[in-house]
């Protein structure tokens, strides 16, 4: 657990004191973290809340696979991983926690996000929290091509500067929601 926390130690900052304090005073917290790519935040989490369940999700089994394997290799045993789109997340469950970080941006149109935020609103327990964290929507720097402000612009006009500046040729697989579409 020590060793995990200095590793993940930066993904403190996800959730606020307030929510940790209250996730430690639960008897077994139950956390759902969708689209956790390779894992680091649900094996920090595992590794932060023994007493809980962590079960993490991607669409990619090639992401959590890594993840599985250091859950093996620090012997944390209160994590899962599955295979789930968060389009089609139908969980049997209820957790007290759900967590979407830095994954809305894959959500291709304003319904998809609709639809995606409404399955992990619907997967929390009575007074559940849903946390949304997306940490490049605020910064001056595009998270995928280091340009200043590109994602602030429309995204016609944002995929001609990105495939002028020659750093990528196109944002099909990305979208960043706009702040109204959050809200």
């Excluded at 609103?121 to 964290?133: A, M, Q, Y």
Aim: hydrophobic content about 35%; overall charge neutral; some cysteine.
């Amino acid at each position: 657990s020590e060793r995990v926390g200095r590793r993940f130690e930066i993904l403190e900052n996800v959730l606020p004191e307030e929510e940790r304090a209250e996730l430690a005073s639960l008897a077994s917290p139950r956390i759902l973290d969708v689209g956790c790519g390779y894992g680091g935040l649900s094996l920090y989490l595992a590794s932060r809340y023994p007493r809980g369940h962590v079960v993490a999700t991607d669409v990619s089994d090639h992401f959590y696979s890594a993840a599985e394997r250091t859950a093996r290799e620090l012997e944390i045993p209160n994590i899962e991983f599955a295979s789930e789109n968060i389009l089609e997340l139908n969980a049997t469950e209820s957790y007290d926690v759900v967590i979407l970080c830095n994954m809305l941006n894959y959500l291709m149109s304003h319904g998809d996000l609709k639809q995606g935020c409404l399955n992990a609103w619907n997967s929390l327990k009575p007074g559940g929290r849903l946390f949304v964290h997306t940490p490049h929507y605020w910064t001056w720097r595009e998270p995928f091509t280091k340009l200043r402000g590109v994602h602030f612009l429309p995204r016609w006009l944002c995929e001609r500067v990105v495939r002028r500046s020659g750093r990528r040729s196109t944002y099909s697989d990305i979208r960043l929601p706009g702040l109204g579409e959050l809200v």
